[in-house]
Structures are given as C-alpha cells and as structure tokens.
C-alpha cells in the first residue's frame, strides 16, 4: 500500500499529468505487483485503464476483448440476456432505463425505474456498468437473480430470471391481433394511429415503415408516435425514423473539440410527411429518442407531450487500440445538436438539455406503474377474449393522461379539418 500512495502522490502533485507521467506510474503498480500479488497483467491494464476513465464522462470505456461480441449484438438489436436497458450513476445501485418487451425481465415484471441493488448478491452500488451487464448477461437457460427495490414501495425483493437469446421487435402497435401482429389504431373512428418505439436497432426503420404504410392505406389521418421510456440506439436509425416523417432540413448535427462537423438531413422520401403527428417523450426518453423528437418539435412536424427527455446527447467513437489483445476505446468525442442548434446533453450543473415538451404532462409513480402492469399484460396477450382486451386498454388510457392528451389533440385536428 506504502508503494502505492507514493505512486498516487507523485501524480497528484503533476498539475496535468502527461504521458510519461501516467505510463511512469503504470510501470510503478506493474513491478509492485511483481513483488507482491502476482495478478495477471490483463487485470492490471483493466483495472488501471478503468481508473483512468472514471475521470472522464460516464459514457466513456473500455470494450475489452471478451465483450466486444456481446456490445456487437446489443448495437445490432441481438444477444443473450434478459433483456433490459440500464443506465448507473456514480455511487448508486444499477437503474432500470426500460425492460424491452417479450423479454424475461419484461414478463418477470421489471420495471423502468427500478433499482438493481445487487446481481447474484454482488451490490451494484460500487460496480462499473460494464460489470453489471457482464452478471446479468450469460448463456442461454442459465438463471440470474435480482435484488430489486422499486419506488414506491418500503422493502427490496428477489426475482430470479432465466436467460434468453433476445431478438428486439423495436416497433410496437396499440393492440395485438390473433397470431401476435399489432393493430396500429387507437382510434378507428377519428383515424388516429398508435406506434411505440422502444428502442433504436438496424431494424427500427424498416420496422416503422411497415406500420406506417399500413396506417396509411387504413386511412389514417393521424399518429401518435411514443418514444416514452426510450434508451436511444443507432443514430443511424435515429436519423431514418425522424426522416419518415419530415420534408426537408436538418435533422441532427455532430460537433466536437478535435472532430469534423457533421449534419444528417433529411431525404423527403419519408411514409408520413404530411399528417398530423404527436410525440410522447419522458424523463426515460434517451439520445436517439431525443435526436427523433427534437428534429420533429423544431421543424414544427409535430406536438411534443409529455416530459422533457433525459439528456443524453453525447457521441461515442470506437477506437481499435492495435497493441496487446485489441481492445476497444469508447470515446465521447461530439455531441448532438439539434437543427434549432441546441445542445441535448445534459452537463453537470446544466439548465438546458434535451427536449422540452410543448404540453407538459406529469405522471405520478403511481399512474406510470399501473400502465407498466396493463401494458405488460396487453403487449404479452397472443390470444385473448377481445372484451377482456377492451378493458385492459380502456384501462391503459384511464390511467395514461398524457396518451389521453395526444389523442385529444389528433381527435381536435380532425374535428377542425372538417370544418
């Protein structure tokens, strides 16, 4: 331990190390534990590379070489797990973006904002993120136990879950049909059409496309488009979303210290460019869902209802690093702004960040985990007496006050138009 502070406080008192600095110090904990512990060399670099980064953003790291196939497949809307998104503050247990649909953790019950305070007994209160997804990811059939505190109520509980290969459906209707496909309507008597999007996946575009195009040819005249609860994804995908529905402009903008400017417009080949659109957003609504719903509110495409969104608005780049195993570095290196110019991210002591909504509507905890039951039980029904189905949905738009206000707005529009 002696050797160690020494090390430290030879790099404390560098106002800004530099490389030699840091590769001085790395070779110091190299020969200490030569001397003593013996750790392989690969835990050495992690641990010490972990450190280092810790100091940067928290969307910053390392992709090591045994997670590299698990970060392809989680990018490309593929892996092995029990299908959740989570998100980690420094100090705080693991919390829970959004479970995805038609996944354990889904049918399990898990819900967005829950808190993760230990995996397999492990507490994630100390734990990097990269650590938690390694617990809780694993090879199909085998289980994973969750200790689970939830808000709102006074004790943790234990779930144990079983893993799956997971294929990510990222586009969502308002109810499923006989045989699993989704009926896109919320209204069929003012046109008003539903889609929800839970994530963003090389497969979301073409998803979307789909049901748009269906909406269309049943005569729709209006869409509500949900991105609640949204953890973002591809840009890629997030800039062929926002183009189904614009004409022209800008959709996003990167831009960075030591970076090229770069600007994604849009195509005016969209499905829907010229109906009337609502956008729910919340406080869960993340990077590409922010990217989406603000090209939409500043080129006045459509209402924002809801929340303004979490702010996540950094960009990361891959880096190969060519030396030892090939590891990957996960760099913020830009970030996005939106055609109005401005800034999504969310800095620390930020006023601004993300997107306000034109309508703001609260929910109470209490009103988010009554819809998270109903449409848990809704989105997993395959064949269902459809009165029985009725009511679960009467019951989702009861208790959803900001879904009752987009469709109030699409139902006014209609009225309007016929005058």
Same mark, same amino acid.
């Given at each position: 331990?002696? =050797?160690?502070?020494?090390?430290m406080? %030879?790099?404390?008192?560098?106002e800004?190390?530099?490389?030699?600095?840091?590769?001085?110090?790395?070779? &110091?904990?190299?020969? /200490?534990n030569?001397? +003593?512990?013996?750790?392989?060399?690969?835990v050495?670099?992690?641990?010490?590379?972990?450190?280092?980064l810790?100091?940067?953003?928290?969307?910053?790291?390392?992709?090591?070489?045994y997670?590299?196939?698990?970060?392809?497949?989680?990018?490309? =809307?593929?892996f092995?797990?029990?299908?959740?998104?989570?998100? %980690?503050?420094?100090?705080?247990?693991?919390?829970?973006?959004t479970?995805?649909?038609?996944?354990? *953790?889904?049918?399990a019950?898990?819900?967005?904002?829950?808190?993760i305070?230990a995996?397999?007994?492990k507490?994630? @209160?100390?734990?990097?993120?990269?650590?938690?997804?390694?617990?809780?990811t =694993?090879?199909?059939h085998?289980?994973?136990?969750?200790?689970?505190?939830?808000?709102? +109520?006074? !004790?943790?509980?234990?779930?144990?879950?079983?893993?799956?290969?997971?294929h990510?459906?990222?586009v969502?209707?308002?109810?499923? /049909?006989?045989?699993?496909?989704?009926?896109?309507?919320?209204? @069929?008597?003012?046109?008003?059409?539903?889609?929800?999007?839970?994530q963003?996946?090389?497969?979301t575009?073409?998803?979307?496309?789909?049901?748009?195009?269906?909406? @269309?040819? *049943?005569?729709?005249? &209006?869409?509500?488009?949900? /991105?609640?609860?949204?953890?973002?994804? $591809?840009?890629?995908?997030?800039?062929?979303?926002?183009?189904?529905f614009?004409?022209?402009?800008?959709?996003?903008? +990167? !831009?960075?210290?030591n970076?090229?400017?770069?600007?994604?417009?849009?195509?005016?080949?969209?499905?829907?460019?010229? &109906?009337?659109?609502?956008?729910?957003?919340?406080?869960?609504? *993340?990077?590409?869902a922010e990217?989406?719903?603000g090209?939409?509110?500043?080129?006045?495409? *459509?209402?924002?209802v809801? %929340?303004?969104?979490?702010?996540?608005?950094?960009?990361?780049?891959?880096?190969? $690093?060519?030396? &030892?195993?090939?590891?990957?570095?996960?760099?913020?290196?830009?970030?996005?702004?939106?055609?109005?110019? @401005?800034?999504?991210?969310?800095?620390?002591g930020?006023?601004?960040? =993300?997107?306000?909504?034109?309508l703001?509507?609260?929910?109470?905890?209490?009103?988010?985990?009554?819809?998270?039951?109903?449409?848990?039980?809704?989105?997993?029904?395959?064949e269902?007496?459809a009165?029985?189905?009725?009511?679960?949905?009467?019951?989702?738009?009861?208790?959803?006050?900001?879904?009752? +206000?987009?469709?109030?707005? $699409?139902?006014?529009?209609?009225?309007?138009?016929?005058?």
């Amino acid at each position: 331990m002696a =050797g160690l502070e020494r090390l430290m406080d %030879k790099l404390r008192r560098a106002e800004t190390p530099e490389h030699l600095d840091v590769t001085e110090a790395l070779n &110091g904990v190299g020969e /200490l534990n030569d001397r +003593t512990v013996n750790l392989p060399l690969e835990v050495i670099n992690m641990e010490f590379a972990g450190a280092m980064l810790d100091e940067l953003d928290k969307f910053t790291g390392m992709i090591w070489p045994y997670e590299e196939e698990d970060f392809r497949k989680r990018t490309m =809307g593929q892996f092995c797990g029990i299908g959740v998104q989570i998100r %980690k503050e420094d100090g705080r247990a693991i919390e829970v973006v959004t479970p995805l649909a038609d996944t354990p *953790a889904f049918r399990a019950g898990i819900r967005a904002g829950d808190l993760i305070l230990a995996v397999d007994d492990k507490d994630t @209160r100390t734990m990097r993120i990269e650590r938690a997804v390694k617990l809780i990811t =694993g090879k199909p059939h085998t289980q994973v136990s969750l200790t689970i505190q939830r808000p709102g +109520t006074p !004790k943790p509980f234990t779930v144990a879950i079983v893993r799956e290969d997971i294929h990510i459906q990222t586009v969502k209707g308002w109810r499923r /049909l006989p045989g699993g496909k989704w009926d896109f309507f919320l209204d @069929r008597e003012s046109g008003a059409g539903y889609v929800r999007l839970t994530q963003f996946t090389s497969d979301t575009a073409d998803e979307l496309r789909r049901a748009l195009r269906e909406l @269309r040819n *049943a005569g729709a005249k &209006g869409v509500v488009l949900d /991105l609640r609860f949204n953890p973002g994804g $591809l840009l890629s995908a997030a800039v062929e979303v926002a183009d189904e529905f614009l004409r022209q402009g800008l959709i996003v903008r +990167t !831009k960075g210290r030591n970076v090229s400017e770069a600007e994604r417009p849009a195509s005016a080949l969209g499905e829907y460019q010229h &109906g009337n659109l609502v956008v729910l957003a919340n406080q869960f609504s *993340a990077s590409a869902a922010e990217i989406v719903a603000g090209a939409l509110k500043d080129w006045q495409r *459509a209402v924002i209802v809801g %929340k303004r969104t979490y702010g996540k608005g950094s960009v990361q780049r891959l880096i190969l $690093l060519q030396q &030892g195993r090939r590891a990957r570095l996960k760099l913020t290196t830009a970030y996005y702004y939106l055609p109005g110019g @401005r800034c999504l991210h969310r800095y620390n002591g930020a006023k601004v960040w =993300g997107v306000d909504p034109d309508l703001p509507v609260s929910l109470t905890v209490r009103q988010m985990n009554r819809m998270a039951e109903v449409r848990q039980e809704t989105d997993l029904l395959k064949e269902v007496n459809a009165e029985l189905l009725d009511k679960l949905l009467s019951l989702q738009l009861r208790e959803d006050t900001q879904l009752q +206000t987009a469709l109030l707005l $699409l139902q006014l529009e209609q009225l309007a138009g016929k005058k």
